[in-house]
């Protein structure tokens, strides 16, 4: 999946992954002169192509050997069922099987570039012994599809080697013939490439123009046959991607396992933040204001003119921090959101910001209470952004609903260059988001503008 992070300013950097039709895992980028040619042009001489074709080459040879196995060890192990033994050879057919499946991974991820994750292992029961290893390796599902793999890519990986080594080597063999047509008339006796013949007459390739001709055959074949490489490989994509990666259960277990880590930090830290926010602003100033009122109580009797003012200090850090103490509310969920909806809120934040923001939220109903105090939440820190970085002159809110999605987007018109990095806030939002399926998209450009799209799932209230 291709992804692109940007940062504002200076302060962050950028940085780019791209997906199948670019580098990726560290396999470099193309030459600046060689990226300069069409892609239909420098195709035939891309390290990906050469790359793809000695994958193709590579998989016969170990799919006939995956193939024999799978199919030798699985015979055998079924034939010998009536007996105790055909269990152990099922339980080593399916562990060998596994074997081969990490060898494809490796090399799809050599090769092509796949990174495909490890599945779960198999977990026998504790203090099980050889028995409990061979059941749980018998139930493993995901041993089961290594199996199906080793059967289902012989016949595919046979028809991807035939054609690409035909048209690989056809192609360039055409293409370079006017390089080595020479050999005909010296050493073989006739007068070029035959292209037909019976005992009545013959057709040689050996005048100028069907050489040049044969040539320009041959050239298009040349730039063909990187592109139909690419589509055996995509098929082989699937199959390593959907037979020998974990299985979606057990992905979306380690993706909730990862979400369930990053919302467990996020609420630390949060009340880390309210703690500080509690212990450096209004306890201290209520401490002050105790102080305060002590010292004016004493000098009551003493200097009331003193106490008075005393007294009238006190009152305005009273006021000061019942102020703190409503935008620590505020920051932890603000009452306007719970009573009037996401509009008001979204509107309410856009007056504190320190550009003109104009918000449009177009819902007929509200979502959830978390996923709107989330979508809350996601606004007020983009629009800090923008107060802080951007250097903008106007920003626009826009909330709305798209089937099953609740769609954020914010922009500003600001100097561009924002960056998910590690480190930065929108990294630290982004990771939010994903704790809850959301997804945050940031487009910007290094001159500008910047606009940021958030994705949440819609809940009903």
């Known amino acids: 999946m291709a992804s692109q992070q940007y940062g504002y300013g200076d302060e962050y950097a950028y940085s780019y992954s791209y997906d199948d039709h670019g580098p990726q895992h560290g396999q ?54 009536i007996t105790f033994i055909g269990v152990p050879v099922l339980a080593a057919a399916l562990a060998g099987a596994r074997g081969f499946g990490a060898l494809e991974r490796s090399r799809a991820r050599g090769l092509l570039g796949l990174d495909v994750g490890t599945p779960e292992p198999v977990r026998p029961r504790r203090g099980g012994g050889p028995l409990a290893w061979m059941g749980a390796t018998l139930k493993s599902g995901v041993s089961w599809r290594h199996l199906l793999y ?57 005048n100028p123009f ?22 055996l490989t995509t098929v082989d994509r699937l199959m390593v991607g959907g037979l020998l990666g974990p299985s979606r259960l057990a992905s979306r277990v380690v993706e909730l396992e990862s979400d369930r880590g990053v919302v467990v930090d996020t609420a630390a830290a949060d009340l880390r933040r309210i703690e500080r926010d509690l212990h450096d602003g209004a306890q201290a100033r209520l401490v002050n204001l105790a102080m305060d009122l002590g010292l004016a109580k004493e000098k009551l009797t ?20 019942l ?19 996401l509009d008001a809120a979204l509107s309410a934040v856009a007056s504190r910001c320190t550009v003109p923001v104009t918000v449009d939220a177009d819902l007929a109903e509200r979502p959830a209470p978390a996923i709107e ?75 500008g503008p910047t606009r940021v799209t958030a994705e949440l799932p819609w809940r009903r209230a």
């Not at 069907?210 to 589509?231: C, F, K, N, Y």
């Open 302 to 321: 003493e200097d009331p003119e003193a106490a008075a003012r005393m007294v009238d200090e006190a009152h305005g850090e009273v006021k000061t921090a």
């Open 28 to 81: 470099g980028t193309p030459r600046r002169g060689l990226n300069r040619l069409p892609a239909w042009l420098r195709a035939p001489i891309e390290g990906r192509t050469w790359r793809e074709f000695c994958y193709q080459l590579l998989s016969l040879p170990i799919s006939i050997v995956f193939f024999v196995w799978s199919v030798t060890m699985v015979s055998l192990g079924a034939g010998l069922l």
């Open 150 to 206: 080793g059967v289902l890519h012989f016949p595919w990986a046979t028809f991807a080697f035939s054609v690409s080594l035909a048209l690989w080597t056809t192609g360039w063999a055409l293409f370079t013939y006017p390089l080595w047509q020479w050999v005909f008339p010296m050493y073989a006796g006739q007068a070029g490439l035959q292209l037909y013949g019976d005992d009545a007459h013959s057709v040689y390739l050996n």
């Open 323 to 341: 102020q703190e103490l409503r935008d620590l509310a505020r920051g932890i969920h603000p009452a306007v959101l719970t009573d009037r909806g």
């Open 210 to 231: 069907e050489i040049t001709l044969t040539s320009l055959v041959g050239l298009l074949l040349v730039l063909a046959t990187p592109w139909i490489i690419r589509g």
């Open 373 to 447: 105090g989330i979508a809350y939440f996601t606004v007020s820190e983009l629009l800090q952004n923008v107060s802080k970085h951007s250097r903008a002159t106007r920003a626009t809110v826009d909330v709305w609903r798209s089937g099953d999605r609740l769609m954020l987007q914010v922009q500003d018109n600001g100097v561009g260059g924002a960056a998910a990095d590690g480190g930065s806030g929108l990294a630290g939002l982004a990771e939010r988001l994903d704790a809850v399926d959301g997804i945050l998209l940031i487009d910007s450009p290094a001159a």
